[in-house]
Antibody
Framework: QVQLVESGGGVVQPGGSLRLSCAAS????????MHWVRQGPGKGLEWVAF????????HYADSVKGRFTISRDNSKNTLYLQINSLRLEDTAVYYC????????????????WGQGTLVTVSS | EIVMTQSPATLSVSPGERVTFSCRAS??????LAWYQQKRGQAPRLLIY???TRATGIPARFSGSGSGTEFTLTISSLQSEDFAVYYC??????????FGQGTKLEIK
């Protein structure tokens, strides 16, 4: 069974930075695109960022563009999200999610999710 | 950006009954529509993709239909473990991919 384990969340002041990690196992990590999706307290799901299987293509939500950077290390089976210039509205549980397929038609189907890591932005 | 609208916000249904969730897109998403289930304190789980294809391990009581702008998710006979929040998501036009605001399924 696919396993995704996020880490790196915490409490940070506005304007601060964090790096989230997602350790992947039990599938061929280097063959699949990966995403970050977040959920604010008591709110719905918001897609944040995508990275292609080889890291050659990255997409971002407008709300995070220029502040967040998605990356991956296929040798370590790990996905990252560097979060800078944090705002109060970035407070959320951040999930990593696996793309259903290596083909672009399936990039944005999220077939497996981690349990999430909580980022709290507070002064 | 495509806006996804789910209705109603909350459904109160008894175990064993049939329930239908609705999802509408602000423009056509063809059949590029997925449904997810999220139980309290858990990550979302993929139920349906391609508007009507069940994901691996999803029971047959879950079914999806629709295309274009109107979609439904049906649970034929509610089990106790089905009470959760359900989200639709379009992946026809990205980025961004967008979710509906969710429908909470409560025990009546």
């Amino acid at each position: 069974q696919v396993q995704l384990v996020e880490s790196g969340g915490g409490v940070v002041q506005p304007g601060g930075s964090l790096r989230l990690s997602c350790a992947a196992s039990r599938f061929t990590f280097s063959s699949y695109g990966m995403h970050w999706v977040r959920q604010g307290p008591g709110k719905g799901l918001e897609w944040v960022a995508f990275i292609r299987f080889d890291g050659s293509d990255k997409h971002y939500a407008d709300s995070v563009k220029g502040r967040f950077t998605i990356s991956r290390d296929n040798s370590k089976n790990t996905l990252y999200l560097q979060i800078n210039s944090l705002r109060l509205e970035d407070t959320a549980v951040y999930y990593c999610a696996k793309s259903y397929s290596g083909y672009s038609s399936g990039w944005y189907i999220f077939d497996y999710w981690g349990q999430g890591t909580l980022v709290t932005v507070s002064s | 950006e495509i806006v996804m609208t789910q209705s109603p916000a909350t459904l109160s249904v008894s175990p064993g009954e049939r329930v239908t969730f609705s999802c509408r897109a602000s423009q056509s998403v063809n059949s590029n529509l997925a449904w997810y289930q999220q139980k309290r304190g858990q990550a979302p789980r993929l139920l349906i993709y391609g508007a009507s294809t069940r994901a691996t391990g999803i029971p047959a009581r879950f079914s999806g239909s629709g295309s274009g702008t109107e979609f439904t998710l049906t649970i034929s006979s509610l089990q106790s473990e089905d009470f959760a929040v359900y989200y639709c998501q379009q992946y026809d036009d990205w980025p961004p991919s967008t979710f509906g605001q969710g429908t909470k399924l409560e025990i009546k």
